[in-house]
């Protein structure tokens, strides 16, 4: 064996070599216990990073290219795949391209529109929705997405707001659209999507667009000039009164666009969209997102708990969308095989941590990939570590790129503390702070149309120095030691329940135009097991009246969307003031719904009813217990 060793030494590394390698490991194992997202935080910077200058190389290159711009070169690069389906039928991108094509030609040849015009849409979820939102985006026009819970005088705020010159209505929808149409302004021309009707001064849409050509429309009618203008209006409601709405850019759409590719999505994910077309999240995370990555979206009417498994099986869906009580709703449906899905990513906000950890253990290995974001806001955050709870995460380099801090705020005088000097301060780790972000060229705010008072009022001027300019998102954040962020809570008079935002002033002018109501102060009250907070009306009668219970349903039901109607009323015989002259609704959330701890009479909407009754101790045991269904 020596003579071996003699004949074939083996060779000594350098002497430096294990000093390396025992230096390696040792940061190594530092990085894992003082840096252990610094892989995670790194690629994910890199994703960012690689989208913004390839959007920047466009514009460099003197080319604008939108999202629509994406869409028309799939439809040519892979005219069979299917983009869209619906209801067990395929539409490939080669044929919602053409179908957008004939919208695109008859309103070219029955209306006057110009590049720039605005176009209300007020559709549900089906296949045309996104037909006439492309077709009328090949034209140049803003498109704004109606929400079609709105009714009556709030519909007709959001449509008067946006000033369209016209309105295209779906046909499950024409009841809403007599409610309003009485009220509409004159110059706003109506269609339907129809082949006939008997609604006077109305156009059809349907036997128009069978007659019209699938030849595209002159690309000068739809190419974007600069990134910043605005193709979309999407309604919110903010933080007070009726809906806003808010001025999407070709910019915002593209980086809503880049949020299933940032979380890992490709080309041959099957993306599953159960959520309302007019929100964002599934039109520009989901309908965006898969033409960013040339994807198939299985686009569903609405959300079905109890068929969500069965169609991801039936169409191999791999990507899954949801808000928080989306997913609440899944793990309150009877244990069946629900592992048995090939579904890996689910997108959204607004999960719970129990509800999170109980969705896991339910439905598998599904990475939950959760962000915040709020529609018109400049401001975004990822999870892209999975961590539960978080909304994001933040670093120095995230903080270059998106400039943001959390800020102390008065809850009593509803407004951010200023110290003695005027300046806003920062709140420490682990405490709640107002969110806001910095408004410069690179993160723009682009406002609410036809409101610059309520564009204005979300701007905050002279926080930490003079002159500077912040986007106040209304949220309270919660940064922790390890830099994750936590949505705390809502500011102001906005709650949310059912994954929509309620105003409360909304709500409030709408009980007291009963007769008999003097005062209403509406807030949001916590459910167990429930995600958001449900709407409770405290009201003040008017003298020698009585609170009429049918005729305050028939109220609600009628003039507010269906998650908007208070579910608990309160009877006081005075209202609270703060010391501003503003309701005072702390104690009141506080206090909650609970008949034990409260003497005023209390109410609540029975929807199986259809009634408010008596909320008695066993009805409040009934909600509690889960058995009374909100």
């Keep these: ?4 060793d003699d ?5 000594v590394p350098p002497s430096w070599v294990p000093g ?14 003082l840096f252990p997202y610094f892989w995670a935080d790194l690629r994910y910077l890199l994703k960012v990073v690689t989208y913004g200058l390839r959007v920047e190389m466009y514009r460099l290159q003197g080319r604008v290219v939108t999202v629509l711009d994406k869409f028309v070169k799939l439809a040519e690069k892979q005219p069979h795949k299917p983009f869209l389906i619906y209801e067990g039928t395929v539409h490939s991108y080669q044929d919602v391209d053409r179908r957008s094509n004939r919208i695109a030609q008859v309103f070219l040849q029955h209306e006057a529109l110009k590049k720039g015009d ?12 996104i037909h006439v939102w492309f077709g009328l985006a090949k034209l140049g026009c803003v498109v704004a997405f109606l929400n079609f819970n709105v009714r009556l005088r709030s519909l007709l705020h959001c449509v008067s707001s946006c000033e369209p010159k016209i309105l295209v209505v779906g046909a499950d929808l024409l009841g ?3 409610e309003i149409l009485p009220n509409l302004q004159k110059d706003v021309s109506v269609w339907i999507m129809t082949k006939d009707s008997t609604l006077p001064s109305v156009h059809t849409l349907l036997d128009k667009i069978e007659a019209a050509s699938e030849d595209p429309v002159p690309v000068n009618r739809c190419s974007a000039n600069n990134l910043k203008s605005a193709v979309l209006y999407i309604f919110t409601s903010g933080t007070t009164g009726l809906p806003k709405a808010a001025v999407i850019s070709h910019m915002q759409v593209l980086k809503g666009a880049a949020g299933l590719w940032a979380f890992g999505a490709t080309a041959e994910d099957i993306i599953y969209i159960t959520l309302p077309l007019y929100h964002s999240a599934a039109s520009l995370l989901g309908i965006g997102g898969c033409i960013e990555l ?16 069965s169609d991801c099986r039936k169409y191999n869906v791999t990507v899954i969308q949801y808000i928080g009580e989306l997913c609440r709703y899944l793990c309150n449906q009877p244990v069946e095989g629900e592992k048995n899905h090939k579904v890996r990513l689910a997108v959204g906000n607004g999960v719970r941590n129990d509800v999170w950890r109980e969705f896991l253990d339910r439905f598998g290995a599904v990475k939950i990939c959760e962000f915040y974001g709020a529609t018109e806001g400049n401001i975004c955050f990822m999870n892209h570590t999975g961590k539960i709870g978080s909304v994001g995460r933040t670093n120095f380099f995230y903080k270059l790129f998106f400039p943001f801090d959390l800020i102390k705020y008065d809850f009593q005088k509803d407004e951010p503390i200023r110290n003695k000097h005027g300046w806003c301060e920062k709140v420490k780790k682990g405490e709640a702070g107002l ?17 610059k008072r309520h564009t204005e009022k979300k701007l905050l001027c002279d926080v930490f120095k003079k002159g500077d300019l912040y986007f106040n998102t209304g949220d309270l954040m919660v940064q922790d030691h390890d830099n994750f962020l936590y949505f705390w809570d809502r500011i102001g008079d906005t709650f949310r329940w059912k994954g929509e935002n309620v105003a409360t002033t909304e709500v409030s002018d709408v009980l007291v135009m009963l007769d ?10 916590s459910v167990p097991d429930h995600e958001g907070k449900a709407g409770m009306a405290s009201v003040i009668l008017k003298q020698n009246t009585s609170l009429d219970l049918e005729q305050t349903y028939k109220q609600v039901v009628t003039y507010l969307p269906s998650y908007a109607c208070p579910l608990f009323l309160r009877v006081q015989e005075k209202m609270e003031m703060t010391g501003t002259f503003k309701q005072q609704k702390f104690r009141l959330v506080d206090e909650g719904f609970n008949p034990s701890a409260i003497t005023d009479p209390l109410y609540f909407l029975d929807n199986s009813k259809k009634a408010y009754v008596s909320l008695t101790k066993e009805v409040h045991e009934m909600i509690l217990s889960g058995k009374m269904k909100l």
């Design 20 to 33: 390396a390698a025992v230096g390696i490991l040792s940061l190594h194992f530092i990085q894992k216990l």
């Design 7 to 11: 004949l074939y030494p083996l060779p």
């Design 118 to 129: 605005t176009v209300a849409l007020l559709m549900g979820n089906e296949p045309d929705f």
């Design 176 to 178: 809403t659209l007599e």
């Design 294 to 309: 040339g994807a198939t979206c299985v686009l569903k009417k609405k959300f079905s708990a109890s068929r969500f498994w």
């Design 1 to 4: 064996m020596r003579a071996w």
């Design 516 to 525: 008999f109501i003097q005062e209403a102060n509406v807030y949001g009250v």
């Design 435 to 451: 969110l806001i972000s910095k408004v410069n060229a690179k993160n723009p705010f682009f406002g609410y149309a036809g409101n």
